[in-house]
């Protein structure tokens, strides 16, 4: 494992060969140690400074996934949020993921802060965490995001099939009061406008003048949609595939007719199934 100095410089040396602040640019660095409970509180202090010192480099870690939240009392005397408050975290240049547990008293203060929150269901489903309180983090002005996390706790990393599972799974928590359900366009306004508002872009999100021209498309007119009469809650809750037919980045066609542009997946399929059975 490296430490504190070593990870500093390498993050310095990544934003330095990668990070860009540019309006549209497709490739920005944030820092992003895995949580509290894992990570040494100076690297903290160390990554809070590094990020101050540039512009659009933004700060990210894991909280309130259970398992920090005894770890940081044991350690810190500190709930998680209190311990990123004290590190110099809680502000809008910082979004956190899972946030399944947090106190209820603590939730007014993200919004204040300004600081964001990655909702991903399905790991916290997988994981056996539970549900994060999403229309607490609604109510109280927190801007929420979604996301899949990586393999490790997500099998799929489908954001479509996690909207769907957060639309049904949320109705368990207000069961007698369909008005607090999430529904599909808040859904669908958290993994776009929301997310975006997560990774500090001002420039994503919404299709609006002067905004990247990002875009995704889905062909409605196909034999298992037939019957969708409201597109937005048809492509969220059908359970239908969730592969788009096109898909503009900056203006560039990346997916047309439902296949890359730019690679050949069979290929890649095909080399990666080499590659792993090389390593049988």
Excluded at 45 to 65: F, I, P, Q
Excluded at 87 to 111: L, R
Excluded at 192 to 206: H, N
């Amino acid at each position: 494992m490296q430490d504190v100095d070593e990870v500093v410089r390498h993050c310095a040396e990544l934003i330095d060969a990668h990070h860009d602040p540019a309006p549209l640019a497709r490739v920005r660095v944030a820092l992003a140690p895995c949580g509290v409970h894992a990570d040494r509180p100076e690297l903290f202090d160390e990554l809070a400074s590094l990020a101050a010192d540039h512009d659009g480099v933004r700060l990210h870690t894991h909280l309130y996934e259970k398992v920090d939240t005894e770890a940081c009392r044991r350690l810190y005397g500190l709930t998680p949020w209190e311990f990123l408050v004290e590190h110099g975290w809680a502000g809008p240049q910082t979004w956190i993921a899972h946030v399944v547990d947090p106190p209820a008293s603590e939730i007014a203060a993200f919004a204040e802060a300004g600081v964001a929150v990655a909702h991903l269901v399905a790991p916290d489903l997988r994981m056996g965490w539970g549900l994060a309180p999403l229309r607490a983090f609604l109510d109280a002005g927190v801007t929420v995001g979604f996301g899949t996390t990586g393999s490790a706790s997500n099998d799929g990393a489908d954001l479509f099939g996690d909207l769907r599972l957060a639309a049904l799974a949320h109705r368990s928590t207000d069961p007698d009061d369909p008005a607090r359900w999430p529904t599909a366009r808040e859904l669908l306004r958290m993994a776009t406008a929301g997310s975006a508002a997560c990774l500090g872009r001002d420039d994503l999100g919404v299709l609006a003048p002067g905004m990247a021209a990002d875009l995704a498309a889905w062909d409605l007119r196909t034999v298992d949609r037939v019957g969708v009469h409201d597109p937005v809650a048809g492509l969220l809750m059908t359970g239908l595939s969730s592969a788009a037919s096109l898909v503009i980045v900056d203006g560039e066609v990346l997916v047309e007719g439902g296949r890359p542009t730019r690679l050949d997946p069979d290929a890649i399929a095909s080399e990666a199934r080499a590659a792993l059975a090389a390593c049988r």
